[in-house]
């Protein structure tokens, strides 16, 4: 990387981390992610769980500085993290969930892992840092190496060191770190430990960047159908042979060997036990660290497993299209499209006026209506008969509709579902149509019901008609089906 002023100027102006770092809200930001995501490994949170620890956070901070601190809702904040404009937070949708799910960005585990060394260290070693990196050259010399005899000399070498080591220690002499030196050696491996988890987001986010270039050259493609499936099926490996990509999948298969985890628990557990590192007070995550190495690093191996699945289904379905019009009109959308993307529309997009439509029709307004004035007529008042029969008054039929819903349940107790035709039966109808009606209106207001189209049925009741003789009644209409709830 330059160190011009230009170089910078553009990432102070771009990059999420500066962004970040230079925010009025980094305090809460930082804080907030690191004890959420990267303090307990956590790779992916629902929505839901994630406004819900940020409630609480921010019901903490209000209590100190005020309600005026933060006074948006922690929903509102999160999605401002995770807008374009900031990019700490990755908003995405997971497979087989409609709620929306957060992760943490490459770039923010940066900065908040820049804002730990900012802090005074009371042990800063050295001397393991120097040892590492000359290991690292003879790694790379003795590799790198073409010449047989110049590896068979190294390899003599090395044995010779190691017969006169095993000699020394059967005699009794048997040199030991002193506690300086596991101190140094230690600090140095939970440092490695924390980059190393820090760096599967990067991964990660470098494995989406790949597929998402595949992508554009599939979006912006022009010429043949034939050509761009024989490019990009050459291509289908391109994230897993990546440096990236067989850098990872080296590490995958180390750490995945059943012999390696045995030896690194049965490592750690000595270690973590020896005073001089037990003095250091190292976390109690330190124990089960390759553990979290396992978990980020099958994230990571299904997420790439996504991106080759997604790439191969979107070119399956780029060699179903035979349809040469349509193609060539998706292809301009999807131009447009990505060369519009950074640059938002200014001012709203659409606008609704109201949720309904409100629809007037000609032939639903009344016609004009001649009004009648009455004529009122000379004459005089004479008192009614009073020998009216008020019979007819007191006989209106009244249905009893919570006496059927206890009859409808009492059906609905030994078995799952009743025709209205069954009902009728149990109990046939004592008031007629009326009653018939009232079952109707309780299974579309209180039951749950299907009604088959495809069938009929026939339902007859008895009443009594104006002759004082009973005749029998009936009404065809489509199966009504109730259902327990």
């Known amino acids: ?61 209000r209590e100190r500085l005020g309600a005026e601190a933060f006074p948006k809702p922690a929903l509102d904040y999160l999605n401002d ?10 908003k995405f949708y997971a497979h087989g ?34 040892l590492t990196l000359f290991e690292l050259l003879k790694q790379m010399s003795e590799g790198s190496e073409t010449d047989p005899a110049a590896r068979i000399a190294e390899l003599h070498k090395r ?12 005699t009794g002499d048997m040199p030991l770190l002193d506690d300086t030196s596991l101190k140094d050696r230690f600090q140095q491996f939970m440092q490695l430990a924390r980059e190393l988890l820090s760096d599967f987001r990067e991964v990660e986010h470098n494995f989406r960047g790949l597929d998402r270039r595949v992508r554009e050259r599939i979006a912006l493609w022009e010429g043949a159908k034939g050509a761009l499936l024989e490019e990009i099926m050459g291509e289908r490996d ?23 985890q045995e030896e690194l628990s049965t490592l750690l557990e000595r270690v973590l036990n020896l005073p001089p590192v037990a003095e250091l007070r190292p976390d109690v995550r330190t124990r089960r660290i390759h553990y979290d190495w396992l978990e980020a690093g099958e994230h990571t191996q299904r997420t790439v497993a996504r991106l080759s699945q997604q790439l191969r289904r979107f070119l399956d379905d780029q060699a ?24 938002a529309p200014p001012g709203p997009v659409t606008d609704i006026a109201g949720t309904a439509a409100d629809i007037e029709l000609p032939l639903e307004r009344p016609l ?54 069954e009902l009728c039966k149990i109990q046939p109808l004592r008031n007629g149509l ?36 009973e005749h029998a009644k009936q009404a065809r209409l489509p199966r009504v089906i109730l259902m327990a709830s």
Request: proline letters at 2%; hydrophobic letters at 45%; a negative charge.
């Open 97 to 130: 969930s409609d709620e929306p799910h957060f992760d943490l960005t490459a770039a923010s585990e940066k900065a908040i892992a820049w804002l730990g060394t900012l802090t005074e260290r009371s042990f800063v070693g050295t001397e393991s840092r120097l």
């Open 434 to 469: 009326a009653e018939l009606v009232a079952y109707l209106q309780l299974a579309g207001d209180t039951f749950k019901v299907v009604v088959d189209e495809e069938a009929a049925e026939l339902i007859v009741w008895r009443c009594e008609g104006a002759d004082g003789q």
């Open 320 to 343: 179903w299209l035979e349809n040469r019009r349509i193609m060539d009109i998706l292809h301009n959308i999807e131009a447009k499209a990505l060369a519009l993307r950074e640059t």
């Open 368 to 421: 004009h209506t001649v009004s009648q004035k009455p004529l009122i007529a000379d004459i005089e008042l004479e008192t009614g008969d009073v020998e009216v029969d008020a019979t007819a008054l007191y006989s209106q039929v009244v249905i009893d509709k919570a006496q059927l819903t206890r009859h409808i349940r009492h059906t609905l107790q030994d078995r799952t579902q009743v025709t209205l035709g």
């Open 159 to 170: 044995r010779d060191e190691i017969d006169s080591e095993i000699a020394r220690v059967e």
């Open 1 to 61: 990387m330059s160190f011009d002023y230009t170089t910078l100027e553009l990432l102070r102006q771009g990059h999420p981390a500066w962004r970040l770092l230079r925010s009025d809200h980094a305090p809460l930001v930082a804080s907030f992610l690191h004890r959420v995501f990267i303090s307990p490994n956590v790779r992916v949170m629902a929505q839901s769980d994630l406004a819900e620890a940020l409630e609480d956070e921010l019901f903490a901070v």
């Open 238 to 260: 391109a994230i897993a042979d990546s440096d990236q990509g067989r850098s990872f999948r080296a590490f995958w298969d180390f750490l995945m060997s059943t012999s390696r």
């Open 81 to 90: 993290w995770a807008a374009t404009e900031k990019g700490w937070l990755r």
